[in-house]
């Protein structure tokens, strides 16, 4: 039996070598374009990440500092709050002080030294009575 390279002449053998061995050629370019493609599209991607970290690295900032001058206010807000709770308790105090001495005011009537006058301070004063000005309250 004949082979096939014995059936054929030796410039058709060649040709076929030949275009076998282009063939491989052109794959073994094309294999390196798409790897260069590949790595290229990896150097995007990754310059696009850290492009992204940097502006979420930035972002946070922004928001720990936007949070810490909240946490600041909040601080002062709850300070000043306490105080008005205290002067609150302060004046609810005096308050429930001065309801006890008008409730024993009118419970035991008005004191005998001021007659009425107490409810009417304005009536204190009998008419018959003479205010004198000093010389000190000229110069109000």
């Keep these: 039996m004949m082979s096939l390279a014995q059936g054929?002449?030796?410039?058709?053998?060649?040709?076929?070598?030949?275009?076998?061995?282009?063939?491989?050629?052109?794959?073994m370019q094309s294999n390196r374009e798409s790897a260069r493609r590949s790595r290229?599209?990896?150097?995007k991607h990754l310059?696009?990440?850290?492009?992204e970290i940097g502006e979420l690295e930035r972002e946070n900032r922004e928001i720990v500092k936007a949070y810490n001058?909240?946490?600041?206010?909040?601080?002062g807000l709850q300070s000043?709050?306490?105080?008005?709770?205290?002067?609150?308790?302060?004046?609810?105090?005096?308050?429930?002080?001065?309801?006890?001495?008008?409730?024993?005011?009118?419970?035991?009537?008005?004191?005998?030294?001021?007659?009425?006058?107490?409810?009417e301070p304005w009536l204190v004063h009998s008419p018959s009575q003479q205010i004198m000005a000093s010389a000190s309250m000229s110069r109000i």
């Design 47 to 51: 310059e696009d990440l850290t492009r």
């Design 80 to 119: 000043e709050n306490d105080t008005l709770l205290a002067e609150k308790a302060a004046l609810m105090d005096h308050l429930n002080g001065m309801e006890s001495i008008i409730g024993n005011f009118n419970k035991n009537g008005p004191c005998q030294r001021f007659g009425s006058g107490v409810q």
């Design 8 to 27: 054929s002449s030796g410039s058709e053998a060649d040709a076929r070598y030949l275009g076998t061995d282009e063939k491989k050629r052109r794959r």
């Design 40 to 43: 290229m599209r990896k150097q």
């Design 69 to 75: 001058a909240k946490a600041q206010a909040h601080h």
